[in-house]
């Protein structure tokens, strides 16, 4: 239940979104960024894949479910990545608000604490020197 968001199958979804969005917008300016990103979401196609089939709606077909999914990690990773380049707290949190805690509350503690989260593992993988992040030498640590 880290930052309140729940234990489940769509909480850890936007828990592997939020993370692989903190990385890719990392390697952003790096030269070798391509490959690595296309990794990354080679690696989300396959926990879709693997684990996530049920979070998307039940009418929709496998294929169709894991679309969704990454169609919503797509959505996710460019809203979070505005606020993130913008220096925008608020855009961060009305985000988190909308696709986690399903609510337009984008002032209320949830956002507020997943927010400082990100900000600080944004600001953490920015000193973190691309060998590392290339190698996966490199946690996710508590800010």
């Known amino acids: 239940h880290a930052y309140q968001v729940t234990d489940s199958v769509l909480g850890r979804y936007e828990m592997?979104?939020?993370?692989?969005?903190?990385?890719?917008?990392r390697l952003r300016h790096e030269d070798n960024e391509k490959q690595i990103s296309e990794l990354l979401t080679e690696?989300?196609?396959e926990e879709l894949e693997l684990h996530?089939?049920?979070?998307?709606?039940k009418d929709a077909s496998e294929t169709e479910k894991i679309?969704?999914?990454?169609?919503?990690?797509?959505?996710?990773?460019?809203?979070?990545q505005k606020g993130?380049?913008?220096?925008?707290?608020?855009?961060?949190m009305r985000a988190l608000s909308h696709h986690i805690f399903q609510s337009m509350n984008s002032g209320d503690e949830r956002s507020n604490d997943l927010s400082n989260y990100m900000i600080a593992v944004y600001n953490y993988l920015n000193s973190v020197p691309f060998h590392?992040?290339?190698t996966a030498n490199f946690t996710f640590v508590e800010p």
Do not use: M, T
Request: charged share 30%; hydrophobic share 45%.
């Open 16 to 25: 592997l979104c939020i993370h692989i969005c903190l990385v890719l917008e």
């Open 43 to 45: 690696i989300l196609v």
């Open 52 to 57: 996530y089939k049920e979070a998307a709606p």
């Open 67 to 80: 679309n969704k999914l990454i169609a919503g990690f797509y959505e996710r990773s460019a809203d979070y």
């Open 84 to 92: 993130l380049r913008l220096g925008k707290k608020q855009k961060i």
């Open 132 to 134: 590392d992040i290339e």
